[in-house]
């Protein structure tokens, strides 16, 4: 990767990132700002998902709060 490869994902990274952050910090809803979050993530790095889960230590279960699937994914 030369030079203005890296220079160009950097600034992609960078957008992506604000984005992020702009909208976790503007969103009335943090159910909306997490979902978009994930959308944005997901698109970034060009998965089919992207996930939150969150792990109960009292109990060791893991839940699925989040999830977000790309276009055409069930």
Known sequence: ???NERQ???R???DVL???LHTLATEKSMILAV???LENV???YQAA???IVEFYYETGLLS???EWCGQGVE
């Open 49 to 51: 998902r992207a996930y």
């Open 35 to 37: 979902n978009q979050l």
């Open 1 to 3: 990767m030369n030079k």
């Open 18 to 20: 604000f984005s992020c």
């Open 42 to 44: 997901g698109r970034y």
């Open 8 to 10: 160009a994902l950097s």
């Open 64 to 66: 699925n709060t989040f």
């Open 12 to 14: 992609e990274t960078e």
